[in-house]
């Protein structure tokens, strides 16, 4: 049996523990073992939930368990995330991650020390929500050299943005919507002023390119100045206007941005809207493809963490991880 532990227990946090109860008989023909959560860390108790029994307020308990094999990290927030993070591979344990802010900050050192302890650090659900994209860069585009990665990875602002275009809402009320519907960051300024999308590009420039650049070095907008005048504007003349998120490398250097752009009809990712998120890749030997799908709410991104929980069952072999550097 497969024991892991829960960091975290709101949207993406319990959307884990759904998906593992739920699909558990799934999941166990999967990994030939079942999946058991062991212990949900949170600050809060949880009395009425079926796994209220399981809630520890205490890193330790965790990181002293020797059944331990998997923590799967969703708090958010870089600290303490990224200590547990550090402190549970420096253990010998697995760890699996929605983060992307610890990720996009610290995600070199932390793949090199998993690295060094022979264990997974695993982040799918970092980038696109449920959207397969990670393992596909990292495994079936391995001998592509990519060109460029470009694409819509916010949820919460496409949902606005398309709210906007469809039923002219106010920026306000589509934001107050998106927040009900759990898409939304625990401050949305990191979705609406572009650090979420910033934070998810420079991940996937690394894994594109191998140099993590800072989000905080690249040019990065975000839309909260965007009217539904404007984006009335842009529907009028076959466009759409979209947050986007684009890497490629010029000569030795890594290009990574976040703008608001206007999307021809011609783009597909012109068509994506509300909460989807599409990422297109122009790749060498490929040509382009276009990953689709729930970027942001808690069944998809559950559905990518425990797809990396999944990974790390003994029966998925020795870990392959990427090497980042870390850009000066
Ligand atoms: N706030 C993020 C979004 C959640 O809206 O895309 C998923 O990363």
Redesign the pocket.
């Known amino acids: 049996m497969i024991q892991i532990a829960i960091l975290g227990f709101g949207v993406v946090g319990s959307g884990t523990a759904e998906v593992l109860t739920e699909n558990q008989r799934l999941i166990a023909a999967h990994c030939g073992e079942e999946v058991n959560i062991r212990y949900i860390l949170d600050l809060r108790d949880f009395p009425e939930h079926p796994l209220g029994s399981r809630v520890v307020h205490d890193i330790d308990v965790i990181l002293r368990d020797p059944e331990v094999s998997v923590v799967a990290e969703m708090m958010g927030g870089s600290h303490p995330a990224y200590d547990f993070s550090k402190a549970a591979l420096e253990a010998g344990k697995s760890v699996v991650t929605?983060n992307?802010e610890v990720v996009a900050t610290y995600g070199a050192e932390l793949l090199a020390l998993a690295r060094s302890k022979g264990v997974y650090y695993l982040f799918e659900a970092s980038v696109g929500?449920g959207i397969p994209i990670i393992r596909p860069l990292q495994n079936d585009l391995a001998c592509n050299e990519i060109l460029s990665i470009s694409g819509i990875?916010?949820?919460?602002?496409n949902f606005i943005l398309t709210k906007m275009k469809k039923e002219g809402v106010s920026f306000a009320d589509a934001l107050a919507e998106?927040q009900a519907n759990g898409?939304?960051?625990a401050n949305p300024a990191?979705?609406v002023d572009g650090l979420?999308a910033a934070r998810?590009i420079v991940i996937l420039a690394a894994l594109a390119f191998g140099i993590l650049v800072s989000p905080s070095q690249i040019p990065v907008e975000g839309i909260s100045h965007i009217t539904s005048e404007q984006t009335a504007v842009a529907d009028a003349v076959g466009c759409a206007v979209k947050l986007i998120g684009h890497t490629e490398r010029i000569g030795g250097r890594v290009l990574a941005l976040v703008a608001p752009h206007m999307v021809p009809e011609a783009n597909p990712v012109n068509h994506i809207e509300g909460?989807f998120?599409g990422i297109l890749v122009d790749a060498d030997m490929l040509g382009r493809a276009l990953f689709y799908g729930a970027?942001?709410g808690k069944l998809p991104?559950a559905s990518a963490v425990v797809a990396d929980i999944l990974s790390t069952a003994p029966s998925a072999g020795k870990p392959n991880l990427p090497q980042w550097r870390q850009a000066a």
């Open positions: 929605s992307k929500g990875l916010n949820g919460t602002t998106a898409y939304a960051e990191a979705d979420d998810k909460v998120n970027g942001a991104t």
